[in-house]
T-cell receptor, first 114, second 117 residues
Framework: AQSVSQHNHHVILSEAASLELGCNYSYGGTVNLFWYVQYPGQHLQLLLKYFSGDPLVKGIKGFEAEFIKSKFSFNLRKPSVQWSDTAEYFCAVNGRGGSYIPTFGRGTSLIVHP | EAGVAQSPRYKIIEKRQSVAFWCNPISGHATLYWYQQILGQGPKLLIQFQNNGVVDDSQLPKDRFSAERLKGVDSTLKIQPAKLEDSAVYLC???????????????FGEGSRLTVL
């Protein structure tokens, strides 16, 4: 079985601060990794994804994430947050090679003060 | 490209009543998922369809929940009878399967918020 752990449940930052949200997963095989975002009043949407290749992936709105295989981690980063980044962020994993069940972490609520 | 459509957006019922949610995935997407998202938690998979067959329903409370995807397109999730703890947002998502592998990249609908009183 696969599982996802997000360490920060609530994060409050001021604009221009740097952001890093932790995500660790457990799965015995190869995985596809995702970060989804849910802005207030909107549906969940993809922020970025990692399938293979360069472990540093870039997504929309200046977000990036780094896959560290040895640590089973896929942390999300942004050098300078904006008020419009206020949202819920969910890390998700999809095991490959037989298990195609996308599993989500519990999410991190990010509030950015102007 | 039209997104994933869900209805109704909101539903309030009393416990022991029944409710049904409908989902129409993105055209051509073979895989359809129903997730339950309780306030403060991440989405939890209830059932996954590949075309009109069930791939995984291990976390579906089958004594009260049922789902079907006739003809491999739209899907209905039913709860009967509802309990207080079923209050949640029910999310429908779809994904395509390129080269025979489902990557797990999901496209979500707006969700159906259920309140059970």
């Amino acid at each position: 079985a696969q599982s996802v752990s997000q360490h920060n449940h609530h994060v409050i930052l001021s604009e221009a601060a740097s952001l890093e949200l932790g995500c660790n997963y457990s799965y015995g095989g190869t995985v596809n990794l995702f970060w989804y975002v849910q802005y207030p009043g909107q549906h969940l949407q993809l922020l970025l994804k990692y399938f293979s290749g360069d472990p540093l992936v870039k997504g929309i709105k200046g977000f990036e994430a780094e896959f560290i295989k040895s640590k089973f981690s896929f942390n999300l980063r942004k050098p300078s947050v904006q008020w419009s980044d206020t949202a819920e962020y969910f890390c998700a994993v999809n095991g490959r090679g037989g298990s195609y069940i996308p599993t989500f972490g519990r999410g991190t609520s990010l509030i950015v003060h102007p | 490209e039209a997104g994933v459509a869900q209805s109704p957006r909101y539903k309030i019922i009393e416990k022991r009543q029944s409710v049904a949610f409908w989902c129409n995935p993105i055209s051509g997407h073979a895989t359809l998922y129903w997730y339950q998202q309780i306030l403060g938690q991440g989405p939890k998979l209830l059932i996954q369809f590949q075309n009109n067959g069930v791939v995984d329903d291990s976390q579906l409370p089958k004594d009260r929940f049922s789902a079907e995807r006739l003809k491999g397109v739209d899907s209905t999730l039913k709860i009967q009878p509802a309990k207080l703890e079923d209050s949640a947002v029910y999310l429908c998502a779809s994904s395509s399967s390129s080269s025979g592998e489902n990557t797990g990249e999901l496209f979500f609908g707006e969700g159906s918020r259920l309140t059970v009183l």
